[in-house]
Each structure stands twice: as structure tokens, then as C-alpha cells.
């Protein structure tokens, strides 16, 4: 689960993580309003969505507003939150389409002395979360690894342990960091990284993370993503969730326990189990098509769940076919069967239908298929499968 900016620095000031003083507001008044009450000369007006690169996206309406601007003035704190507010922000992140700002972070202004990049992440290969930090703060990460992977130092650190003063040092090291420097990026590092495990985020990234004139490392940005499956241990940051950021199409697979996420093609897939919807992906690119969607149905679908599984890839008008793919193994080939035909007259097919069938009870489904008046397009194999909806997308 993501959250905005403002919503990550909640979290990380409580845990006693330096980061501004800042105001959401929802009108440009509030944003007014917001910027005499923090009562410095310079403020930032943040436009919060939930995507990176906003200081370079621009919006739609206004193209040659950005989604972060400097104001000195409540005046323009409330002019710039009123191109903001209710308008589409276009970033690397967002696609063409842009996602509609409904709320901005007024934030203090601060006296930068460098920016830096700083990220944890959980590394899979050994079990361990790990620390990631970089002098080229403000530059996407995934730019510097491909250019400069050299600049990205990284500590490994033990979960119940916490990262270790020595491990900071190290890194302080690296990054040219002297003096009180080291005693404020010892009490952020170690801050951050037990909020990472804390409250299990599956990312935290502050980028830029700021050294002050003052020698302070502060969280200029902050971007933290959360463990679905661990949000009832949780309640405060599943509040924090926003739906209206969210793919509506995955928020109501998400309420009928599917896995589901939105793409870009025009060939939709009904599977069962992740690597097999991997594979089908892959399959109808190698042969020329482009999948509108990953969606595992899961091993222990029923019938209702696999109906509005159905409903929810019809709806996507820019779907031309769809292949259902499923190996009976804990999931009966019968119940995808039976839910194909209900779904077929609840709801109705308006394109083509590929279906293939294997395993557990593969014959009984193929009969149910064969005797029903649902008109499909039969696969012997996914190699066959994946020829057949391409060409009937095309």
C-alpha cells in the first residue's frame, strides 16, 4: 500500500525522524492559510499524488506548472495550490494520463547544503533488509544504478538488530560526511531503518535527503510503501490509505480476494497462480501481443469470485480478446468451466474467448464447455493459446 508524502512524514516524525514542518491543505485558502502559519519567507507547495517525479512533472491545464514550486508569499502559496488543486499532474511515473491533485503539502523552507539519496528496500537474495544511500540525491536511483552504480553504497542490517553505529560510520564515510554531521545521520539512519521494520514497509525512500548549512541531515521528500499482508497488525497506516489514487478495476478485484492489476494492452488474462499468469504474459508478447492485465484468480477461487473476474476484464474497453489459461491442480477445472458459462450469460462476451484447459478434472470442464452455448476458441497448449488470441485481438 502506498501513501502521500505528507502521510510518510507523519509516520516518520513520530518515530523521532527529522523531517520540516509542513500543512496539507485542500483549497487554495487552506494553502494561503497554511503558509502564515508555519511564518517563515519561503515555503514549497507540494502537489501530493502518489507517483515520483513531480518536481519535473507539469500539469495538463497548466503546462508550465511543476509539482513542487517555491512560494515567498501567502498570496502566491494560494495561486499556485489553485492551478494545482483539481488539476491532472503528468509524471514519468503517471502516464499521459496524469493523476488529478485533490490535496497539497505546504512545507517550510530549509538552508540545503547537499542532497543526497537515501532508500532501504528488502533484499531477497540474502534474507536481510538493506540500506541503500548515494551522494546524487534528487536523481532517480534507477538512473545513477544504470550510469553509476559505483555512487550507491549499501549496508546490509539485521532486522532484530537494527543497523549497527559502525555500519553508519562507514557510510558517513562514503558520502564525505564529517563532524555533528555523523551524530544527526547515525539518529536518522537508525531512525529510519527501525520504522522501515517497524511498521513493515516493503519500501522507505528519501529522495532528496538533505544535509542542512546547520549540519542537520533532514527528509526533504519521503516515499514509503507498506506490506498488504501486514496491515492488520496496522490499523493506523491502513488509514492512510487513499483509494481515489488507486486503479478503481484493482480496488474492487481487491474487495473479491483477486489478484489483479491493470496494463496498457488489449489482451486480457484469467489465470490461476502467479507464475503461470507471468508466463502467459510473456507468451503473448513473444508472439506479438500486448496483455491489458494480470488477474490470479488464485487456487481456491469459487465460482462468484471467477464471474467477477469475467466482469472486470469485460469492462476494460480496451480489451480485443481474452485467454483464460488454467492447470487444474488445487483449483478443478469444472469451476472455471461453470463460472465461464454463468459469466457468459450474466454478463456476455462481446470478444473473442480463448480458452485452455488442463488438469484436475479437465474433461468433465471441457464437456461443461462443449455442451454450454458459450462461444469459445479452444487451445490444445499455451504456445497454441497465445497464437490464437493474439490473431483474434488483431
Given at each position: ?309 469475467f466482469r472486470i476484464i469485460l469492462d476494460d ?68 493459446a497465445a497464437k490464437k488470441v493474439v490473431a483474434?485481438?488483431?
Open positions: 500500500m502506498k501513501i502521500h508524502e505528507f502521510q510518510a512524514k507523519e509516520v516518520l516524525r513520530a518515530a523521532g525522524v527529522a523531517v520540516l514542518r509542513g500543512e496539507v491543505a485542500r483549497t487554495p485558502e487552506e494553502a494561503s492559510a497554511a503558509y502564515d502559519k508555519l511564518g517563515g519567507e519561503l515555503a514549497v507547495v507540494k502537489a501530493q499524488v502518489h507517483a515520483g517525479g513531480r518536481g519535473k512533472g507539469t500539469f495538463i491545464e497548466e503546462p508550465e506548472q511543476h509539482g513542487v514550486q517555491l512560494v515567498r508569499s501567502a498570496d502566491e502559496a494560494r495561486d499556485v495550490a489553485a492551478k494545482m488543486l483539481g488539476n491532472r499532474l503528468v509524471t514519468i511515473q503517471t502516464g499521459a494520463a496524469g493523476q488529478t491533485v485533490r490535496q497539497v503539502f505546504v512545507e517550510e523552507g530549509c538552508n540545503i547544503a547537499r542532497e543526497l539519496y537515501l532508500g532501504i528496500v528488502l533484499d531477497r537474495a540474502v534474507s536481510k533488509p538493506v540500506l541503500m544511500v548515494s551522494s546524487e540525491g534528487g536523481v532517480e536511483i534507477e538512473k545513477v544504478a544504470e550510469e553509476t552504480p559505483e555512487l550507491i553504497h549499501k549496508e546490509h542490517f539485521d532486522p532484530h538488530f537494527g543497523l549497527q553505529a559502525y555500519q553508519v560510520r562507514k557510510l558517513c564515510q562514503k558520502l564525505g560526511i564529517e563532524g555533528k554531521s555523523v551524530r544527526s545521520a547515525q539518529k536518522f539512519m537508525q531512525g529510519l531503518c527501525k520504522v522501515y521494520v517497524q511498521q513493515d514497509c516493503s519500501l522507505a525512500e528519501i529522495n532528496p535527503l538533505v544535509v542542512t548549512a546547520e549540519g542537520e541531515m533532514v527528509a526533504l521528500d519521503a516515499k514509503m510503501t507498506f506490506d498488504d499482508n501486514a496491515l492488520f497488525r496496522h490499523p493506523n497506516i491502513e488509514a492512510y490509505r487513499d483509494l481515489s489514487e488507486e486503479e478503481p478495476a484493482e480496488v474492487r478485484a481487491g474487495e473479491a480476494g483477486l489478484s489483479y492489476v491493470k496494463l496498457e494492452g488489449n489482451i486480457a488474462c484469467l489465470v490461476n497462480g502467479a507464475g503461470l499468469a507471468m508466463s502467459t504474459m510473456d507468451i503473448i508478447k513473444l508472439h506479438g501481443g500486448e496483455p491489458a492485465n494480470f488477474l490470479d484468480v488464485g487456487g481456491g477461487a469459487k465460482t462468484e469470485q471467477v464471474t467477477e473476474a474497453k480496451n480489451v480485443k480478446a481474452v485467454l483464460v489459461n488454467i492447470f487444474g491442480g488445487i483449483m478443478q477445472c469444472t469451476t472455471i468451466a461453470s463460472a465461464l458459462v454463468e459469466a457468459y450469460q450474466t454478463v456476455g462476451f462481446n470478444v473473442p474467448l480463448v480458452v485452455r484447459l488442463e488438469g484436475t478434472e479437465v474433461e468433465q470442464g471441457r464437456k461443461i464447455l462443449k455442451e454450454s452455448d458459450v462461444d469459445i476458441i479452444t487451445a490444445t497448449d499455451l504456445t497454441d483474434a485481438a488483431g
